[in-house]
């Protein structure tokens, strides 16, 4: 193995297996680093919802054929948020896959190799080399533990929410990146797949279902795995009150609700994080691209985090071969890759993030509360309805409808003009680094007003 490489990339989660293959496409030699073992690498704690519309647009970025029937569980049509009364329900439409994240993973994984991409597996990164304020390289530990350290021009962070080159970065590399993971900003979960003894009636949805008993975000969610199959689980931000709660024994209580024991058998039950925030305003730095979980990729609204990874690290390789190309790899030499993930998704999770809070805030009676009475619909929370203008008319209804609970409505008024303030400002994201601050402190003032 050589000692130097055009490219690390840190993972190969589908972030860091899309980044390593445009890499290698676009002719550079890619060594692609993983703690797993190479036959459990995709196999992940997940929902394993994915968007058709990304995965299509990441296959075709990516020169792959899209997912494939073994790889499909089902297909899914809704995403349905649900109150304790199932007749209060909100509907959007979610044409996707459920996937086997464990089956593509290794698809994708077996393209990369097979286009010369050199997998190092059971080695786990320990930090990155600095040099000079340049991120160089990487601090190794292989399987036989022994350290070593191997240097190259790019290194793409595409290591999950530990994030543990840009986590590793010391406090002096400037742009500070090296934000440690706090409690605030995952929620840990559970997740089954369960095998009912009878067919149910979610065909083609996932359902985040509200419950009082959950703390925020407050869902248990249901997934269609099939007629007789579910992919569930809950999580949450483990802070105040519910620090010392168990999630496994929420999600149980929850569950059994709807599927009591003896009602199905478990047959894969697991743990893992799901980063909740907005995404990082900025991920890169000298040296450096941060992509997917690690950079907080994942909707904090639904936790789909597999396509937006597949696509920034589809990004991320992109903008790391053309600063090779110029072979200059200082901050604004990557800058452009904050610019498209902005666009991609940044803005519509930013926005989201909004509305986790105030889900957040006003928890799942006072949620059932505002769609028993209509004073929120369906149509108020897709992209066009938070930017839609309001008559007074329709306001006025709504005033009438939320008697007497009126500060719910203003909180809701502030919440959408709030995330409507939030698009926009997405919309002027600084082309260079220069402007980073001030346009980054305004969005930071705009989100403390949904505190
Ligand atoms: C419970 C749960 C449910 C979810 N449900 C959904 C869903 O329904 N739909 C959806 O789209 N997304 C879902 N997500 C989110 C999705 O799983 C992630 O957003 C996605 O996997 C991120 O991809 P990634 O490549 O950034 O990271 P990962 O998939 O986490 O890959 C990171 C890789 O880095 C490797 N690694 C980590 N540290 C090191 C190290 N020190 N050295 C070497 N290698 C290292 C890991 O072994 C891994 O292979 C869910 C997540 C959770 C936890």
Redesign the pocket.
């Known amino acids: 193995m050589k000692d130097s490489y055009e490219v690390i990339v ?8 899309a980044a390593s293959l445009i890499c290698r496409k676009r002719g550079y030699n890619v060594l692609l ?4 073992k190479k036959e459990k ?2 196999d ?8 058709k519309k990304t995965v299509l647009k990441a296959m075709e970025k990516l020169s792959i054929a899209p997912p494939l029937e073994e790889e499909i569980k089902a297909q899914i049509e809704d995403l349905v948020l649900r109150t304790a009364l199932p007749k209060n329900h909100i509907t959007f439409p979610a044409i996707g896959y459920m996937i086997d ?1 464990h089956k593509f ?1 290794q698809r994708l994984l077996q393209e990369a190799i097979k286009s010369g991409v050199i997998l190092k597996n059971q ?4 930090e990155p080399i600095v040099i000079d304020n340049k991120v160089s390289g990487v601090l ?1 530990k292989d399987s036989e533990h022994n350290s070593i350290e191997i240097l190259s021009k790019m290194v793409i962070d ?5 994030a ?1 080159v840009r986590t590793g970065l010391p406090q002096e590399y400037e742009p500070k990146l090296n934000k440690k993971v706090t409690k605030a900003d995952f929620a840990p ?3 089954e797949i369960i095998q009912l003894n009878h067919n149910h009636d979610l065909e083609g949805k ?1 359902v985040l279902q509200y419950e009082i008993d959950i703390p925020e975000p407050g869902y248990i ?1 249901f ?1 269609d795995e099939g007629k007789k199959r579910l ?1 569930c ?1 809950t ?1 949450f931000i483990k802070q105040g009150k519910h620090a010392t709660k168990s999630v496994k024994s929420v999600y149980f209580n929850a569950l059994e609700k709807y599927f009591p024991q003896g009602t199905y058998k478990t047959l894969d039950g697991r ?5 909740i925030r907005a995404p990082l305003w900025n991920a890169v730095g000298n040296g450096l691209i941060v ?4 950079a907080f ?3 904090p609204l ?8 597949l696509m ?2 589809s990004f991320a390789g992109e903008v790391a071969c053309n600063a090779l190309e110029q072979n200059s790899f200082e901050l604004e030499d990557l800058w452009e890759y904050n610019l498209l993930i902005v666009k991609e998704f940044g803005a519509d999770h930013a926005r989201n993030r909004i509305l986790t809070k105030v889900l957040e805030i006003i928890g799942p009676e006072k949620l059932e509360f505002l769609l028993k009475r209509k004073v929120v619909k369906q149509s108020d929370l897709t992209s066009a309805g938070i930017m839609k203008k309001r008559s007074f008319m329709d306001y006025l209804g709504r005033v009438v409808r939320c008697f007497p609970k009126y500060g719910l409505l203003l909180m809701m008024r502030k919440a959408i003009s709030t995330s409507k303030a939030i698009a926009k400002h997405c919309e002027i994201y600084p082309t260079t680094p220069e402007s980073y601050e001030a346009w980054k402190s305004k969005i930071l003032d705009l989100y403390s007003q949904v505190t």
């Open positions: 840190v993972g190969a989660g589908p972030a860091g297996v680093l993983d703690k797993k690498i995709g992940k704690v997940c929902g394993e919802a994915i968007s994240r993973g080695c786990r990164v320990k190794i595409c290591s999950g929410t530990m543990v979960c559970y997740r996932i969610w997934f992919n689980g999580g743990g893992d994080v799901v980063p992509a997917g979980d690690a990729h994942a909707d639904t936790a789909e985090g597999h396509g937006p990874a920034a690290g």
